[in-house]
């Protein structure tokens, strides 16, 4: 692949309107209960990042530097990554604005960090080939396949990781979790379909296959790797369905309370949601 079409610092930055673009982390809140998406996305509503969350993005800063090393054809030892995560904690805490509960729990994170890092890199093949693309930002026009119609916005994405294999390149995106067990793959459809619309507007060419590498926060630490097939036309067809209702819902201004069972890790829950009134 080509290098990123934007970097991620500018990714980061891209906190603009709701009509700036379409991403699957937006549309997947949308979809879990767009009263939360007004609350982040519309009303520009911030909260610390929890403690969960955190451990799951320095998981993947630890990662994004390790495969930057292999994309490179350098090698980066396990003490070396286990370096970094710590030098970056404290400056990382502050910039998130994580709260955790008191001293243990922190130390508690920063261990299981560790840990879930040092079991990923033990795990890779020593045969893994070099990454294509890590960390890859990239934005494609969204142009329905099917019938040529122009939204007018961009799609955008970051790519964990893509590389070479005989049968089309691999995307991966890495995952932490509290629990293992294979994950049903329409839950992640709408980010698969993303990346796939992505990727081959950006590479001109088809993925081979998807996966999604779990990391999963065990008292020993599981990695689990779940690999899907390349994206169908289905898949684009029912993608660009949910494009559609949501940005319907956004021109009417439309945004329902949707109780459910993902209301339990809600960041609203507490706050704005007990006052909502309709």
């Not at 793959?185 to 992505?198: A, D, F, G, K, N």
């Not at 060419?205 to 689990?224: C, H, M, Q, S, Y």
Request: net charge negative.
């Amino acid at each position: 692949m080509s290098p990123e079409l934007f970097t991620r610092q500018q990714a980061a930055q891209r906190a603009g309107g709701v009509w700036d673009y379409v991403s699957a982390s937006r549309l997947n809140l949308w979809l879990k209960c767009p009263l939360a998406f007004q609350l982040r996305y519309v009303e520009g509503v911030e909260s610390p990042v929890s403690p969960a969350l955190f451990i799951g993005k320095r998981v993947h800063a630890a990662l994004e530097g390790y495969y930057r090393h292999r994309q490179l054809g350098l090698a980066i030892e396990p003490e070396q990554l286990a370096l970094r995560i710590h030098g970056d904690w404290a400056q990382a805490m502050h910039e998130e604005r994580v709260q955790f509960a008191d001293t243990a729990d922190e130390e508690a994170a920063y261990e299981q960090t560790q840990k879930l890092v040092a079991a990923y890199v033990a795990q890779v093949p020593a045969d893994e080939p070099r990454p294509l693309a890590v960390e890859a930002a990239i934005e494609a026009p969204l142009v329905d396949p099917q019938t040529g119609e122009d939204f007018g916005l961009p799609l955008v994405g970051i790519i964990d990781l893509v590389l070479p294999a005989a049968g089309g390149p691999t995307i991966a995106d890495f995952k932490t979790s509290s629990r293992g067990n294979e994950p049903l793959e329409i839950t992640h459809e709408v980010q698969l379909s993303s990346y796939s619309y992505l990727f081959r507007h950006h590479a001109a060419e088809p993925e081979g296959a998807i996966e999604i590498r779990n990391l999963t926060k065990t008292k020993t630490p599981k990695i689990e790797c779940y690999r899907y097939g390349p994206r169908e036309e289905r898949h684009q067809r029912r993608l660009f369905a949910v494009i559609r209702a949501y940005l319907d819902a956004l021109d009417m201004g439309r945004f329902v309370f949707r109780p459910g069972f993902g209301c339990s890790s809600c960041e609203f829950r507490t706050t704005h949601c007990q006052h909502w009134c309709g």
